[in-house]
């Protein structure tokens, strides 16, 4: 979908699109991982839930990420157009490990839900594309969703690598086909962009390189494919952030800024390409995604 429709009015109830509850799994790959899921549950209503479970453990370590207060200014107030991932509703799947009194966290992952066609030229923009049509679904409550879309997933620093990552990518498959969904689609920012040599190249010649052996390069489109994922499009604007030319050294180390044009920034170790128009007094970010598909 290369626009939006105009909506209408919100009708200003809570968002709504399916069932709303917590359920817990035990984990086949390691009995003492468990993995719990806060279905149809908006940013508010899960750290409400949080703040009820939060003595230590797993449930303290997320409470304190998505209710930290965040330094002021920082990327998410230099978001270009709305972002209403706080109204919409999610799913929300944890995965911890007991031990002892307190639990540690493990991985996490967040879906959301809008109806679409399945066909490529009709995807959203991008993860804000999908949050914002989401928003849109259920707030407005005239279509219900057919599609489940993976919005986020991160495993902690202690269990990467040892493929938890690919077991929140399959409970979000098992959510899916619980709620009837015919797909679940994910806009993959691929970690590999951000290296120094890539962030330079156009989206388009980076994100689809393959390895000798015929792998994709990115290691986490590589992961989506092996699981049964297939690429279904690319998307350059997946994430976009407008500054005024003063205020990206701020939020960046850079060369000093002197002409209008394209520069490569850096923050939290992570590489971006920057296009500063000196004469507008403007500079913006483009984040793309890699969007896939598991068919189900
Ligand atoms: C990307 C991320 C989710 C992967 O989690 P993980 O549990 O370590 O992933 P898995 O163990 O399932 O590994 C998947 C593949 O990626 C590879 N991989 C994981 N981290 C890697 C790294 N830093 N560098 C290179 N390869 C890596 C694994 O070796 C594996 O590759 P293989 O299939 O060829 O063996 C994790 O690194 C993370 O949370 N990063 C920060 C958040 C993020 O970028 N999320 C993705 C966008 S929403």
């Known amino acids: 979908m290369l626009g939006f429709r105009p909506k209408g009015k919100t009708k200003g109830h809570r968002p709504n699109y399916g069932h709303h509850r917590i359920r817990e799994f035990p984990q086949e790959k390691d009995k003492s991982v468990r993995q719990t899921r806060f279905e149809n549950h908006t940013l508010a209503e899960f750290i409400e839930n949080l703040r009820r479970r939060s003595a230590s453990g797993a449930w303290q370590e997320l409470l304190e990420r998505y209710d930290a207060p965040r330094s002021f200014p920082d990327l998410a107030n230099f978001r270009l157009g709305p972002n209403p991932f706080g109204l919409t509703a999610l799913d929300w799947i944890v995965f ?84 009837g969904m015919h797909s679940l689609i994910i806009p993959l920012r691929l970690p590999t962009r951000y290296e120094w040599q890539n962030a330079r190249l156009p989206y388009a010649e980076f994100a689809l390189r393959k390895r000798d052996d015929g792998e994709f390069a990115d290691h986490w489109l590589r992961m989506h494919t092996r699981l049964g994922a297939r690429v279904i499009g690319t998307c350059d604007v997946s994430h976009q952030h407008a500054f005024h030319s003063d205020d990206l050294p701020l939020l960046f180390e850079c060369d000093p800024i002197e002409r209008t044009g394209s520069y490569i920034v850096r923050s939290h170790g992570e590489h971006y390409a920057a296009y500063v128009d000196l004469e507008r007094e403007c500079a913006v970010i483009n984040e793309g995604c890699v ?6």
Request: no cysteine; net charge negative.
């Open 96 to 179: 911890r490990k007991e031990g002892g009194r307190a639990s540690s966290l493990v991985a996490h992952g967040i879906t959301t839900r809008i109806r679409w066609s399945g066909e490529s030229t009709d995807l959203p923009r991008g993860w804000t594309g999908a949050v914002r049509q989401s928003y849109e679904n259920s707030v407005l409550g005239d279509e219900s969703p057919n599609t489940l879309i993976g919005l986020f997933i991160f495993a902690e620093t202690a269990f990467r690598e040892h493929g938890w990552a690919a077991e929140v990518a399959e409970a979000m498959k098992e959510l899916a086909r619980e709620e």
């Open 291 to 296: 969007w896939v598909r598991y068919h189900l």
